[in-house]
């Protein structure tokens, strides 16, 4: 069997071994090609029921001195294997999904075994099956959308059921047109789907991870570990569209959630994200945090539970104000630069949520950059793979905005056209793939212009900049 070196810890040793990313790290392909054949054919051959074949489809794990590396390169990289060798067998892959919840005693390595499955059936030719086992199926991928408890298993059955339908030209060819409004398992789930119909993850872990800084004397990136987070909260697993938005403002009470004209007319999304379903682009800070009061208001929130005041002039302008302890509050925000990185790495401590790529096609699996958007405009959001907890295009498709400014100001402060605010993420004209990755959290005092990390005016209308909502549960 296979022995993955930084995960020893969950898979059984044997006589192959899966190299090191480090020494892998400009041909792939050449070095892993006997590990990963071995590992589909271990696949192929119906052995999912060993834990070291388990372990395979699992991120690596090692414990360090400085804290637990998790590493989901050969997992990444495996999933894109079966399809390379056009070796997905999906009645087996079916069975295994239905078998998961009782073959694996841990629910964190269960789920993710079965978002691992579900993403190498997304790269199947759902064309080559019989018609009927293809409908059934695709009825098998809406209810593990719809009933599964985790929200990276929920996300990788929708992608899969879309790609299978877009093979067809079937409409609708993406299951968020079937949600409900205001769904909420919350209770049992890890997920939930609000009054716009747009799906959240819930981030419960309470547990130290690691986050990459700047080592200014050194001038490199360096794993640290943090504290765990002392809240719970939810994240949107989409960007905002264009008709999220436009609903907003065509809904918007113009004397409590006031826009300008520019705001309502000149956002360019005709040129740099045509798409009414791709990312909301061409606009500035204030117009982020009134869309998510907004939010906060179609969701029955009480407005003494938002996180955002607007200015005396009722504006979401110059002189509004965060609420000083909106990490208390259950109202919409924008996520704070670090639970940012926390739900982008996904558990994971490499440089991309999906592990260290070397390889191009396997960032184009997961980001929209230049070589697979042309560098022309965002795309449709969701048609990427998702990443653990279920979130789309961290990597790639528009920078996003963050609750964070790159100074020292202390909460509460009213906000002027001197702030800026970090974004994260990348976009789809990044010429270098690396920098799609995860850097460090800009440092007070730091300048901006990092690498993955920048920070905008608070008055910036850029086409390359969008946003997800995030919110405090309590």
């Given amino acids: 069997m296979l ?17 090191d990313p480090e020494t892998v790290r400009w041909d792939w392909k050449l070095k892993w090609r006997e590990a990963l054949n071995a590992a589909v054919c271990l696949v192929q051959l119906e052995r999912l029921e060993l834990k070291a074949v388990q372990g395979l489809l699992l991120p690596a794990r090692v414990q360090t ?19 390379e060798l056009g070796a997905i067998d999906p009645a087996y892959f079916f069975r295994e999904l239905d078998r998961r919840t009782d073959t694996t005693s841990d629910e964190r390595d269960r789920e993710g075994i079965r978002q691992s499955l579900l993403l190498a059936l997304g790269d199947y030719d759902s064309l080559s099956q019989l018609e009927q086992d293809r409908a059934d199926r695709l009825r098998k991928l809406e209810m593990l959308y719809t009933d599964s408890v985790d929200s990276g ?23 968020r047109t079937l949600d409900q409004a205001g769904i909420n398992h919350a209770g049992v789930n890890n997920w939930y789907v609000n009054s716009q119909k747009q799906s959240y993850a819930i981030i419960r872990d309470r547990s130290p991870w690691m986050a990459t800084r700047f080592v200014e004397n050194e001038s490199v990136d360096k794993l640290e570990p943090m504290p765990p987070f002392e809240h719970e909260f939810a994240i949107a697993t989409h960007e905002v569209t264009a008709s999220e938005f436009d609903r907003f403002l065509q809904a918007s009470d113009r004397d409590e959630f006031p826009t300008t004209v520019e705001d309502r007319e000149q956002r360019n999304t005709d040129i740099y994200s045509a798409d009414r379903d791709g990312p909301i682009n061409s606009i500035v800070w204030y117009n982020a945090v ?13 407005p003494d539970d938002w996180c955002y005041a607007p200015n005396q002039e009722g504006r979401y302008d110059e002189g509004m104000t965060i609420t000083a302890n909106f990490l208390e509050l259950p109202g919409y925000r924008l996520p704070t630069r670090e639970e940012w990185e926390f739900v982008c790495r996904a558990g994971g401590t490499t440089q991309f949520g999906f592990g260290e790529a070397e390889d191009y096609r396997l960032i184009s699996r997961y980001a929209w950059w230049r070589d697979n958007s042309h560098g022309d405009t965002a795309r449709r959001v969701g048609l990427l793979r998702p990443n653990r907890f279920g979130l789309f295009d961290t990597h790639g498709n528009l ?76």
């Fill in 3 to 19: 022995v993955n070196k930084a995960g020893a810890g969950h898979v059984a040793q044997t006589s192959l071994e899966i190299p």
């Fill in 65 to 83: 001195d400085s804290g637990e590396v998790v590493d989901p390169t050969f997992q990444s990289y495996l999933i894109a294997r079966f399809q």
């Fill in 153 to 175: 298993v929920r996300s990788a059955a929708g992608w899969a059921w879309a790609e299978w339908r877009r093979q067809k030209n079937e409409k609708p060819d993406d299951l």
């Fill in 290 to 302: 009134a869309y998510c009061n907004w939010l906060s208001k179609q969701d029955g929130i009480p």
């Fill in 399 to 474: 920078w996003e905005l963050t609750n964070s400014r790159n100074d020292s100001t202390a909460l509460g402060a009213a906000v002027n056209s001197q702030t800026r605010w970090v974004r994260r993420g990348g976009y789809f004209k990044t010429t270098d793939p690396f920098s799609l990755g995860l850097c460090d959290t800009v440092l007070e005092g730091e300048p901006p212009g990092l690498v993955g990390n920048d920070t905008d005016a608070v008055e910036s209308r850029s086409v390359f900049i969008g946003f997800r909502p995030c919110r405090t549960r309590r």
